[in-house]
């Protein structure tokens, strides 16, 4: 697979990447077992066989699990660590935590980040974090607070660089306000199921679209050299596998992407990353399957080119409009 280079760092990185939320288990504090580690070795070993390099975590995923199982296979690969990028998040608090009276929240507090980043490094049985990302922005933030946090890990090297997640342009700004090294990521979601971030560029001035709701946000991180990377980049399997009540715009979506599989002679999880990829952005996809077919038919996405016209047939599906 090709690999390009984040700006700003000096990250080599697979064209896509492989997202560890699916390994590890269930959603709750239930132990490892030996089924759920094989599972995720073969998950972890066929992206790795097939190109990928960059691993991307949170701390919650699992509730740990995801890093821990991560951390266990990793123990077992010798000399691997420096040819991988791990990349986590951190910034999200379950409901009941630390008390049973505790709202879902999130916290950017410097304690939090300090914490998150040491707990994430345990399980994982790393001594550093190629990039850390904030997960989901934090009407509390305090800047300040923040950069405190990130001056700490860096100088500690426990952290290279810094990112953020679901995060807008005003966001990113406030915050780099405040910071001496750049943000290098910002991780949000996109798919042809949700191509909001797409879309909200060509509605300017449009009745029919909501001006002041646009955010501009892939125009930002591409003047200022953020990479953007793409969570739920296929919402599922939904895109080629649409559930029984799904419109009728979903159903001629997979319906095209079928076509242009048959007809490039791939498969059909490449035709929907391979639409990503050709937006000049330049969007990293995170997959999420556990599944090692899955894995290796989305990694066929690096060697397809789409034309502007089968681009702008499968945008023009989804929005369920033609183009202004």
């Known amino acids: 697979m090709k690999k390009y280079k984040i700006a700003n760092t000096d990250l080599e990185v697979s064209k896509v990447a492989y997202g560890c939320m ?10 490892l077992t030996d089924k759920v580690i094989t599972k995720a070795a073969e998950a972890i070993t066929t992206a790795l066989e097939n190109g990928i390099n960059f691993f991307d975590h949170a701390d919650i995923y699992k509730k740990g699990k995801s890093e821990l199982v991560f951390g266990k296979i990793l123990k077992e690969m010798k000399n691997i660590r420096d040819k991988i990028i791990i990349q986590s998040k951190c910034g999200i608090r379950f409901k009941g935590n630390p008390n049973p009276n505790s709202p879902g929240r999130y916290d950017f507090s410097y304690e939090h980040i300090i914490n998150s980043v040491d707990n994430s490094l345990k399980r994982l049985g790393t001594e550093y974090l190629d ?3 904030l997960h989901r922005p934090d009407p509390l933030m ?4 923040v950069a405190k946090a990130f001056d700490e890990v860096r100088k500690k090297g426990k952290v290279r660089y810094f990112g953020v997640s679901n995060f807008n342009g005003n966001q990113i700004s406030l915050l780099q306000n405040s910071l001496d090294n750049p943000l290098v ?9 949700h191509h909001h971030v797409i879309n909200d560029g060509i509605l300017a001035n449009q009745l029919s679209g909501n001006y002041a709701a646009a955010t501009g946000i892939l125009d930002y991180c591409k003047l200022n050299k953020i990479q953007v990377q793409a969570w739920s980049p296929v919402a599922l399997g939904k895109i080629f596998n649409p559930v029984p009540d799904s419109d009728e715009k979903e159903k001629q979506l997979a319906n095209q992407i079928s076509i ?24 990293q996809p995170v997959i999420g399957t556990t599944n090692p077919e899955r894995i290796k038919n989305s990694c066929l996405a690096d060697d397809i080119e789409l034309s502007r016209e089968e681009w702008y047939t499968l945008f023009t599906i989804a929005r369920g409009a033609p183009v202004p």
């Open 185 to 193: 990521v910002n991780q949000i979601e996109i798919s042809l199921l």
């Open 131 to 133: 990039i850390l990302l």
């Open 142 to 145: 305090e800047p300040e607070e």
């Open 260 to 283: 242009y599989a048959e007809e490039k002679r791939t498969s059909k999880e490449a035709i929907a990353l391979a639409w990503l990829l050709k937006h000049p952005v330049g969007i």
């Open 22 to 31: 699916g390994i590890g288990g269930s959603w709750d504090d239930s132990p």
